[in-house]
């Protein structure tokens, strides 16, 4: 079985659709005024050198952990920009000393015992997706090392509530394991991130991950039923409760603490019935602006589609669905319990109010056995799960690609798009395409979700990266926008989360910090700054 890149996305060998890539690599030089793209050796682990361990494991740990180069070197980055650009570049100044993988809640204690009476950074991996600096190791001097903690041991669905239609599932269960499991009971969590194989249960709920679905319980925080966390200090278990009154919400404390107050070893998530009725349509528009309105209107009209993805002509061109002249609405509805002929009416009745284009036998229920449905399911799982692999073959070709996402009121939309626009192509300093995409649609606003594909400045590629990223989160708090919508706040992003949510919020949060990790070791400096 393929095993995962030691620096890029994925499984090694595996790579993007051949004839998407073969496109683009003919698009391109003509689109960005560069020269043809050529393809650069990626890096081997046998030319990667890493500097030795600097801290000796204590008998009480020494078991879980291991000093492997594969598992340094993997759990040295994230999958971000900077993290693909490094990697590339056989560049791992900073890896873990060790990396651990617990099978218990008591080892996980011990770990975390010797990391605070010896000032080892605790750094908590998750499936090592993030796009946000929020795995990498602290280079800070106050840290003795650093150990990478795995739960990829702590996998399993322990219970399924029928009745109340819940699961308790560990924090290290991957996507494809925990959807396996339920999938034998005719569940579903129905939580599909891009980072779908490769990130866990527990770094959904650490990182507030989005789901592909763009109306409905999205947000993996919606599916929280109850959690069990393990910090420095003891072991916090929230009760489950369909609902709580009784202040705030002990739960939401640690959604979205990307490992900074405790590790995630145990969640109960809400499931549903796998869905049985389908109806989809591929819908057009003259230009992104009838789109949003129309994006707008099936979002206040309660019809609530599972995909309401709109878009732009140009990110329509680059994913091949229009030819650059129209935007693109990818619309769909989905139910385990009854036909959507109603819901699709309706739809397509929103869609031709605002210049829509709806193709006449599109939108039509469609009932599924077992075997279609797969075969429904794997074909869209195939292209949208594969597409973060051309990343990587557009780092080896000195192509700059980076993604930016934010969520704004509908009210701000239209402003926000044009400065977000205007900033990435001033910052970019050369021939540069910004294309968007509507991601998440609700009531109140949207998640636009901006590409930006430059020429890279070989060599500048980090200090490119900052001044484009810079640019474009000033430019979203600045027209009232967050700071990320979906891809939590790790190191790159939090700068500006300190902006949006103010000292009093930030101070409260440290005041937290130190009473759950009073020895600062949980990964030191993402969500909240390092201690002095």
């Given amino acids: 079985m393929a095993r995962r890149s030691f620096w890029g996305w ?9 004839a998407l890539l073969g496109a683009v690599e003919a698009a391109l030089p003509g689109l960005l005024e560069m020269p043809p793209l050529v393809a650069r050796a990626a890096p081997r682990l046998d030319d990667v050198t890493l500097r030795a361990p600097r801290v000796q494991p204590s008998p009480a740990i020494a078991r879980l952990l291991t000093g492997d180069p594969y598992d340094r ?32 809640e008591a080892d996980l204690s011990a770990l975390l015992d010797y990391c605070g009476a010896g000032q080892v950074a605790a750094v908590i991996y998750g499936g090592g997706s993030s796009v946000c600096g929020g795995v990498e190791p602290t280079d800070s001097e106050r840290y003795r090392g ?12 322990l219970e399924i509530d029928h009745a109340s239609r819940a699961a308790r599932i560990q924090g290290g269960a991957l996507g494809p394991e925990l959807e396996a499991a339920l999938g034998t009971h005719g569940l579903t969590l129905r939580h ?9 249960l ?13 109306t409905g319980p999205t947000h993996i925080d919606e599916l929280v039923e109850a959690l069990r966390v393990v910090t420095p200090t003891g072991v916090v278990e929230t009760r489950r409760l369909p609902g709580d009154g009784a202040g705030p919400s002990p739960d939401r404390l640690f959604i979205g603490s990307e490992g900074a107050f405790g590790v995630i070893t145990e969640a109960w998530v809400r499931v549903l019935e796998r869905p049985r009725f389908r109806a989809k349509a591929s819908v057009r528009f003259p230009d992104f602006a009838s789109g949003l309105r129309a994006v707008r209107g099936l979002a206040q009209s309660g019809l609530m589609p599972s995909n309401c993805r709109l878009l732009d002509p ?39 109010d605002h210049a829509g284009s709806v193709p006449d036998k599109a939108l039509h229920t469609r009932h599924e056995d077992a075997s279609t449905r797969d075969a429904a399911e794997n074909a869209w799982r195939e292209a949208f799960l594969r597409a973060p692999y051309l990343r990587d073959a ?16 509908w009210d701000k939309l239209g402003a926000l798009h044009a400065r977000v626009v205007d900033a990435a192509r001033a910052a970019s300093e050369s021939k540069a395409l910004v294309s968007c995409r509507i991601t998440h649609a609700y009531a109140d606003g949207a998640a636009p979700y901006f590409t930006v594909i430059a020429p890279a400045r ?24 967050t700071t990320t919508h979906h891809h939590a706040v790790g190191r790159d992003f939090r700068p500006w989360y300190e902006r949006q949510v103010g000292p009093q919020v930030r101070a409260s949060l440290e005041a937290v910090k130190r009473q759950l990790d009073p020895a600062s070791i949980l990964n030191p400096g993402v969500l909240l700054a390092e201690p002095a």
């Avoid at 599909?192 to 866990?200: D, G, L, V």
């Avoid at 527990?202 to 763009?214: D, N």
């Avoid at 070989?458 to 926008?481: N, Y």
């Fill in 10 to 18: 994925g499984l090694e060998g595996m790579g993007p659709d051949p």
């Fill in 314 to 352: 140009l990110e329509a061109m680059i994913n091949g669905v229009a030819g650059g002249d129209v935007a693109v609405l990818m619309l769909a509805f989905e139910s385990s319990d009854h036909a959507l002929d109603a819901w699709v009416a309706r739809a397509a009745e929103i869609c031709r």
């Fill in 394 to 409: 557009l780092v080896a070709r000195d192509v700059f690609v980076e993604t930016f996402e934010t969520a704004v009121t």
């Fill in 458 to 481: 070989r060599g500048g590629e980090l200090a490119q990266w900052a001044a484009i990223k810079a640019a474009i989160t000033d430019a979203m708090l600045a027209e009232g926008g």
């Fill in 202 to 214: 527990g770094g959904w709920i650490a990182t507030r991950s989005g789901g592909h679905f763009a």
């Fill in 146 to 157: 650093a150990i990478s903690i795995d739960l990829a041991r702590m996998n399993r669905v």
């Fill in 192 to 200: 599909y991130p891009q980072s779908f194989e490769f990130s866990t």
């Fill in 73 to 104: 070197a993997s759990h040295s980055y994230g999958k971000g920009y900077r993290d693909l650009v490094r990697g590339f570049a056989g560049q791992f100044d900073n890896p873990p000393d060790f990396v651990a993988y617990p099978e218990t």
